[in-house]
T-cell receptor
Framework: GAVVSQHPSRVICKSGTSVKIECRSLDFQATTMFWYRQFPKQSLMLMATSNEGSKATYEQGVEKDKFLINHASLTLSTLTVTSAHPEDSSFYIC?????????????FGPGTRLTVL | KNEVEQSPQNLTAQEGEFITINCSYSVGISALHWLQQHPGGGIVSLFMLSSGKKKHGRLIATINIQEKHSSLHITASHPRDSAVYICAARRIGADGLTFGKGTHLIIQP
């Protein structure tokens, strides 16, 4: 099966700092990457969709200036949480899809747990 | 009302029991996913369905498009099946998934 990695798996930062999370597809080209977030005891929520080489599409209520997404290559997408605050503490998960594997298939990364102090 | 509803929210069963988790959705979909999330948070994709039935080992997933309903079954359940099972729908015209709240399954030895 396809493998998607995320780095870091866990990060603790101070309020006001920025945190970058990387999502990589290791053995396939990810034409589309998705970023989700999950608050404790809540369902996963889609934050944004990014296609390689184009700007990300953000879901309603997600601030694009706060959650910067870059999908610079077919194997890497990054999510930067700028000026993080305690309410941004959450579990962030990426998933990747590719045309070669079928447009409906998504492969999930292991997630990044962000704690903002 | 959420677009994707799962039931039950929590389920505790004895090892060996037949398990059924239900998912109903209220929008038109192009695909429905069943996912498994372990305590550490990592997600494994179990099935992707657009019609009919799929089987993988002890897991069976079915979908009825007319009734907008899907079920995930686990036969001969085992403690290692303990996890959160999540139903997720891909709405027609959308790329990302809309998730149910998950079913927390505990299989006791």
């Amino acid at each position: 099966g396809a493998v998607v990695s995320q780095h870091p798996s866990r990060v603790i930062c101070k309020s006001g700092t920025s945190v970058k999370i990387e999502c990589r597809s290791l053995d396939f080209q990810a034409t589309t990457m998705f970023w989700y977030r999950q608050f404790p005891k809540q369902s996963l929520m889609l934050m944004a969709t990014s296609n390689e080489g184009s700007k990300a599409t953000y879901e309603q209520g997600v601030e694009k200036d706060k959650f910067l997404i870059n999908h610079a290559s077919l194997t890497l997408s990054t999510l930067t949480v700028t000026s993080a605050h305690p309410e941004d503490s959450s579990f962030y998960i990426c998933s990747a899809g590719s045309r070669e594997k079928g447009t409906d298939t998504q492969y999930f990364g292991p997630g990044t747990r962000l704690t903002v102090l | 009302k959420n677009e994707v509803e799962q039931s039950p929210q929590n389920l505790t069963a004895q090892e060996g029991e037949f398990i059924t988790i239900n998912c109903s959705y209220s929008v038109g979909i192009s695909a429905l996913h069943w996912l498994q999330q372990h305590p550490g948070g990592g997600i494994v994709s179990l099935f992707m369905l657009s019609s009919g039935k799929k089987k993988h080992g002890r897991l069976i997933a079915t979908i009825n498009i007319q009734e907008k309903h899907s079920s995930l079954h686990i036969t001969a359940s085992h403690p290692r099946d303990s996890a959160v099972y999540i139903c997720a729908a891909r709405r027609i015209g959308a790329d990302g998934l809309t998730f149910g709240k998950g079913t927390h399954l505990i299989i006791q030895p």
